[in-house]
């Protein structure tokens, strides 16, 4: 009998080590994706203090308004050191800040003439795509399914225009087309000679006024004055949406350099080197617009003089407010790239448009329909699925 007995281990039947082991998500994966959401938070939020009615009763030049970002970029990156961040810096912020400055300016200048809403949803789709192209083929960021991969940034891009679209389906669409034949031609307007607040270029009416002196007098209105540029007329919104499109094709770039850094740069270590960079070239590219009135004019004083107002008592303190939500923005876009990649790290940070969306239904009451209301819900669900999706398929190691 006891030659027919099996013996049993006790042990058998014990789960083995692979059946207890839990799958966690790596500390630096979920700071990645907290930062993300700081990033949105921040992005999504700058240009709320800008729409107030004390902002908008002055047109403020782009550069201007970049101006505003740049400064308090720089000044709150110092922050970082109260956290225990050591200083160190890298030329290649200086690369950063040519990627991102120029592409600011551009963005100010398609809300002013293309919308809030269907601007954000070109820059933010464009740069989805740009930082997953960059992340995808250049830095080879491993991913579980190519195809999948490509089809979540679809989902987001797609997500992020219903939104913009649906955000603005109850606006009136403003009459930009003018005769070329109106008023002999005197509603054009010339970026080489007539330079508006609503341009890259601004010419003040008063001529005793320099840029940081201020004048809360109204201009008159030329959003519906064509632009003309190498003798041809295009309306406002056209050129509006082609800088919506440079601005996330040329600004999904803007954190690339930071890959290149060498040493332990990267992250908040990054922050320093980018503000000085984008501080560095904004003061650049005013040079280079005095330059080239003082080119055009021959006269220092009145290259002086056209240069567009600060207007420093309206905008000093939306301005500062908006540069700074946009700061804690970068900084949360720089730390979710270090930790989640290029092609994840900044997508997920242009889940800003569900921010600024939320911030136009619930706040400035911009879409009133419970039906548009409903599909623009709809649309964020697509791109947060689409961003959720990606996440899934990155293979960032903790």
């Known amino acids: 009998m006891s030659s027919d007995t099996i013996p049993i281990d006790p042990n058998a039947f014990l789960p083995n080590d692979d059946s207890t082991t839990t799958t966690t998500i790596p500390p630096s994966i979920l ?19 800008i729409k107030g009615d004390a902002a908008n009763s002055v047109d403020v030049d782009p550069l201007v308004m970049q101006s505003y970002k740049s400064l308090m970029c720089f000044l709150s990156s110092w922050l970082v050191l109260l ?67 490509y089809f979540a940034v679809c989902l987001i891009m797609a997500g992020l225009y219903g939104m ?46 320099g840029p940081l002196e201020i004048s809360e007098r109204r201009k008159p209105s030329i959003r519906g004055r064509p632009i003309l540029i190498c003798g041809k007329t295009y309306s406002r919104r056209n050129i509006g949406l082609c800088s919506a499109l440079i601005c996330g094709v040329w600004g999904g770039s ?4 930071m890959h290149y850094a060498q040493g332990d740069v990267k992250g908040l270590a990054y922050v ?16 280079a617009r005095f330059a080239y009135h003082l080119v055009k004019l021959k006269s220092v004083w009145e290259a002086y003089e056209v240069l567009p107002s600060f207007h420093l008592r309206v905008m000093l303190l939306p301005g500062a407010t908006a540069g700074s939500l946009w700061s804690i923005g970068n900084v949360g876009s720089i730390v979710a790239v270090k930790h989640l990649g290029q092609g994840v790290g900044y997508s997920a940070s242009q889940a800003a448009l569900l ?41 960032t190691e903790g």
């Open 272 to 287: 320093i080197s980018f503000s000085v960079g984008a501080l560095t070239v904004t003061v650049l590219l005013w040079v």
């Open 164 to 209: 913009s679209f649906f955000s603005t389906s109850e606006e009136q669409p403003e009459h930009t087309s003018v005769s070329d034949n109106d008023n002999n031609g005197e509603e054009k307007l010339d970026l080489m000679r007539h330079e508006s607040s609503d341009s890259f270029d601004s010419s003040n009416d008063n001529s005793s006024m």
């Open 355 to 395: 921010v600024s969306g939320m911030w136009g239904i619930f706040y400035f009451k911009e879409v009133s329909k419970p039906k548009t209301i409903g599909k623009w819900f709809a649309s964020a669900f697509v791109t947060i699925s689409g961003i959720l999706l990606l996440g899934y398929e990155s293979r």
């Open 31 to 49: 700071i990645g994706w907290f930062a993300a959401l700081i990033g949105a938070l921040g992005f999504g939020s700058f240009a709320v203090p």
């Open 83 to 149: 956290c225990g961040q050591e200083f160190t810096f890298t030329w290649w912020g200086i690369v950063s800040g040519l990627f991102w400055v120029p592409a600011g300016a551009f963005n100010i200048f398609a809300i002013r003439n293309a919308g809030l809403a269907v601007s954000q949803g070109i820059v933010s789709s464009s740069i989805v795509m740009v930082s997953f192209i960059w992340g995808d083929l250049i830095f080879r960021e491993a991913v579980k399914s190519e195809l999948i991969a």
């Open 254 to 257: 803007c954190l690339v350099p």
